[in-house]
Nanobody
Framework: HVQLVESGGRLVQAGGSLRLSCAVSGIAFSGLIFGWYRQGPGKQRELVAAFSSDDSIFYADSVKGRFTISRDNAKNTVYLQMNSLKPEDTAVYYC?????????WGQGTQVTVSS
């Protein structure tokens, strides 16, 4: 069965960096166009970074210049490098398919940024 497993989140101080990973199993990885979402306390889930079918990359304005999405097809894994973290980046982070049929959501990984 299809499984998304996010990892790499933890407590970090403002200005710090983290790299999140999303391991994908149970489905052919190479043809999928992944993105990273986050859901902060009391907020709706939002898309923060995503690949597109035309090879462009979307970044939400709030993370542009600080976050970088990447993928390793050999490892069936999508990454989110997060630099210059801010307290407002505190959220549970998830990966999924923003432009294709959604896969079952994983459990997410908690990122907490202290000021």
């Amino acid at each position: 069965h299809v499984q998304l497993v996010e990892s790499g989140g933890r407590l970090v101080q403002a200005g710090g960096s983290l790299r999140l990973s999303c391991a994908v199993s149970g489905i052919a990885f190479s043809g999928l166009i992944f993105g990273w979402y986050r859901q902060g306390p009391g907020k709706q889930r939002e898309l923060v970074a995503a690949f597109s079918s035309d090879d462009s990359i979307f970044y939400a304005d709030s993370v542009k210049g600080r976050f970088t999405i990447s993928r390793d097809n050999a490892k069936n894994t999508v990454y989110l490098q997060m630099n210059s973290l801010k307290p407002e980046d505190t959220a549970v982070y998830y990966c999924n398919l923003p432009y294709q049929r959604r896969l079952p959501w994983g459990q997410g990984t908690q990122v907490t940024v202290s000021s």
